[in-house]
């Protein structure tokens, strides 16, 4: 028994030695420089101060005798390709989407650049019919489902715990698994570029009877449908995960009506893709069983056509404001920094966005109103109603800019740029909502160009917004502004020559889908200065890749919390780029401004008095009311 205890007592002491060895030998290897690591983020008590953390203005208290904590690195341990395919931090998953969404934005942008090369003159010169038509089913599928669907979800990842003030999403693993399943499905859908027969060619909106085995008999088309089912099953995933962290991670103090509008956007969104992608998915397995094992669940003789509408579009048009909502989020961010001021009518905006997300779920049958089988008043009247809270909208963004100290860098002159646009869309999409009108430009390139106002001028210009607003807080260095400015001014104009035609081409009678058309037609002139804006607006993407290349080489490394000076969510109450878990030392929450609050103290406290002698009169009156009565 006493050998035993001596052993024990000397192991003990070896790995005592052991310990004390290593860190000396870090001591000596380190130099005196700080940790590499980020501790849990601690969370101040009730009556601290604000956050001393860079940019802040704060200053750290040692007691005596204690030793002061090493500054936290800004700058992240790059893993290797393994660390990548296997993480599950947040930030990294949130680049993983938006690098995954911009390669799929590129393959999407050449099949459109092709579709345009085809339709530039009459005749067929590049494209097959069945070419034409595979490219215009991958062009939509691509941007809509395997590009803005990413796109959001990789700002959500990388924004929303950060504006909460949590380490991490409520469950990393299935935001891992959620990723994997939206890449493998995407790939899986794209991969019917490799088949023998070619990809799928039948729409992405997969109209009954086209799509059935007889139509597109192709294995192209089965590896769509169920490619685009498994990236669906990602969507669902990531929106449980976003609502979980949402209601269940919030930092003390955040309340419901003091989150950032961001957080609002993403929290409506996620509940809609709930909603909605489980009836695209079924649809999917019931087409792909009437392709496979002989069901008739699509048959044109027992409706299945008009069944199909019904389903596809009960998915397709909330799918609209899944990827409108997000992007209106990221400008309701980037307006009240750039404008000096808070967001007008903030609660007023949560309402128009709650209203809007209800709304969506309701008009999806104004696709249909040429069909004759679904009930034109009740569908225009809530098509019509659907815009009242959208112009809410925007009253509240130019109510915040209205009198701000307006600043005009790069993410304010995309945000401006996504209003101008967007109202072009929703005065068209006014339009559309009359059935007598519809009738005559439905399934024309007024429509196309309609949807391209709506979701490019929402997608692309909030992108770059966003891109330019948080990249110092996604790579801690600045995007040079002037090439941002280029972007911008060459986007535009090709934009606006690409689309703004094609609704005099639709108003003439060209119809969409078409790969071809007649010289006898008329249309040649305005399908010209379409494709030259459109090549236009493919150049514009060169200046932005060029850019994010000097940067990374060039630029200088972002030295404080907050670049902007005047940022408000809890993104910017943490360094350029973020710890592992995000906080070292979260600030007092108070207010819907917490990081403004944080750095600039004495506007915040000057905001609460005459708060307070608001509220204080407000309430003499009412005192004054109920002694009168």
């Known amino acids: 028994m006493r050998q035993r205890d001596s052993r024990r007592n000397a192991g003990r002491d070896a790995r005592r030695d052991s310990r004390r060895r290593t860190e000396e030998r870090r001591e000596r290897t380190a130099g005196g420089a700080g940790t590499a690591g980020a501790p849990p983020p601690a969370r101040e008590a009730a009556g601290g101060a604000g956050s001393g953390g860079a940019g802040s203005g704060g200053a750290a208290v040692v007691a005596p005798g204690a030793v002061a904590p090493g500054a936290v690195a800004s700058k992240p341990v790059r893993p290797g390709w393994v660390g990548w395919l296997t993480t599950t931090d947040h930030k990294q998953i949130g680049t993983l989407y938006l690098v995954s969404a911009f390669v799929f934005f590129v393959v999407g942008g050449v099949l459109a650049l092709v579709m345009r090369a085809e339709l530039a003159r009459p005749g067929m010169q590049i494209l097959s019919n069945e070419q034409f038509n595979q490219a215009f089913t991958m062009h939509g599928s691509i941007m809509l489902l395997l590009f803005a669907m990413p796109l959001f979800t990789g700002f959500a990842n990388w924004i929303m715990p950060l504006q909460i003030g949590a380490p991490d999403v409520a469950f990393p693993r299935l935001n891992m698994l959620a990723f994997w399943l939206f890449l493998c499905g995407s790939l899986i859908a794209a991969g019917g570029f490799l088949t023998p027969g070619g990809a799928a060619d039948f729409g992405w909106f997969l109209y009954a009877p086209l799509s059935d085995a007889v139509h597109s008999p192709g294995l192209g088309a089965d590896l769509w449908i169920m490619g685009v089912a498994l990236s669906g099953f990602g969507s669902i995933a990531g929106a449980v995960n976003f609502i979980t962290t949402i209601v269940c991670m919030?930092?003390?103090?955040?309340?419901?009506?003091?989150?950032?509008?961001?957080?609002?956007?993403?929290?409506?969104?996620?509940?809609?893709?709930?909603?909605?992608?489980?009836?695209?998915?079924?649809?999917?397995?019931?087409?792909?069983?009437?392709?496979?094992?002989?069901?008739?669940?699509?048959?044109?003789?027992?409706?299945?056509?008009?069944?199909?509408?019904?389903?596809?579009?009960f998915f397709g048009h909330p799918e609209v404001y899944i990827l409108a909502l997000p992007f209106f989020g990221i400008i309701s961010e980037v307006i009240p920094v750039f404008s000096r001021k808070p967001m007008f009518g903030y609660v007023g905006l949560i309402g128009a966005t709650i209203a809007i997300a209800g709304l969506s779920v309701t008009v999806w049958a104004h696709h249909m109103y040429v069909t004759g089988g679904v009930l034109l008043p009740f569908f225009s009247f809530m098509t019509f109603l659907i815009a009242v809270p959208t112009g809410v909208k925007f009253f509240n963004w130019i109510g915040t800019m209205w009198k701000g100290s307006l600043s005009f860098e790069t993410p304010m002159l995309w945000a401006v740029g996504f209003l101008v646009t967007f109202v072009f869309g929703g005065l068209t999409g006014v339009i559309l909502a009359a059935p007598p009108l519809d009738f005559h430009v439905s399934d024309s390139y007024f429509v196309v160009a309609h949807f391209h106002y709506t979701l490019f001028g929402t997608v692309v210009y909030a992108m770059f917004a966003g891109f330019h607003f948080w990249w110092p807080k996604f790579t801690g260095k600045m995007l040079h502004e002037r090439l941002g400015k280029l972007t911008f001014w060459t986007l535009t104009a090709g934009f606006h020559a690409t689309f703004l035609v094609q609704h005099w081409l639709g108003a003439e009678g060209m119809p969409r889908r078409y790969a071809d058309y007649l010289a006898a037609d008329g249309f040649t002139a305005l399908n010209t200065v379409s494709t030259i804006g459109s090549f236009l607006l493919g150049l514009s993407f060169l200046p932005f890749f060029y850019n994010i290349w000097k940067t990374a080489k060039y630029g200088k490394r972002v030295e404080t919390d907050d670049p902007w000076g005047f940022g408000r969510s809890l993104e910017w109450a943490t360094s350029c780029p973020p710890p592992r878990h995000n906080f070292v030392k979260l600030p007092?929450?108070?207010?819907?401004?917490?990081?403004?609050?944080?750095?600039?103290?004495?506007?915040?406290?000057?905001?609460?008095?005459?708060?307070?002698?608001v509220g204080a009169g407000a309430a003499a009156e009412a005192k004054e009311a109920g002694a009168v009565r």
């Open 250 to 313: 919030r930092a003390p103090g955040l309340t419901m009506f003091r989150m950032p509008i961001f957080t609002w956007n993403v929290l409506l969104t996620a509940v809609l893709v709930l909603i909605v992608f489980p009836v695209l998915a079924a649809a999917l397995f019931a087409l792909e069983c009437d392709r496979k094992f002989g069901s008739h669940v699509f048959d044109a003789a027992n409706g299945g056509a008009l069944l199909w509408q019904h389903l596809f579009w």
């Open 588 to 613: 007092r929450i108070r207010s819907e401004s917490p990081a403004f609050d944080l750095h600039h103290p004495d506007i915040a406290a000057r905001d609460q008095r005459e708060n307070a002698l």
